[in-house]
């Protein structure tokens, strides 16, 4: 109904979640939040082909690793940023005060 506001949680692959807020409305010129969405809504196939697919055993490797440093402090990943997709935020480094620095991917 025009005008209503709902509350969306969405779990992600297993240590992801999100929740947002939609708010239904008829107003979707290209400046409208509705036409941006829309606008951006347009790559969400590309985008989802471009997932990498791994094996369940190579997630369990990945998760134990994640663990492994868990509150480590100085610490700094290891993982590779050319995979994300652009404009991704990503952690860089933790330092000895567990301060963590984020870098964001290029948008090209």
Do not use: C
Request: glycine fraction near 6%; aromatic fraction near 12%; charged fraction near 25%.
């Amino acid at each position: 109904m025009l005008g209503s506001q709902s509350i969306v949680f969405s779990y992600g692959s297993g240590y992801a979640s999100a929740m947002f807020e939609i708010r239904v409305s008829n107003h979707a010129s290209p400046d409208s939040w509705l036409g941006k969405m829309l606008e951006r809504s347009k790559s969400i196939r590309k985008r989802l082909a471009e997932r990498v697919k791994i094996s369940p055993a190579e997630f369990e490797e990945r998760m134990k690793a994640r663990e492994a440093v868990y509150g480590k402090a100085p610490f700094n990943p290891i993982a590779a940023s050319d995979k994300l997709f652009p404009g991704t935020y990503y952690l860089t480094s933790v330092d000895a005060n567990h301060k963590r620095a984020y870098t964001r991917r290029s948008l090209q």
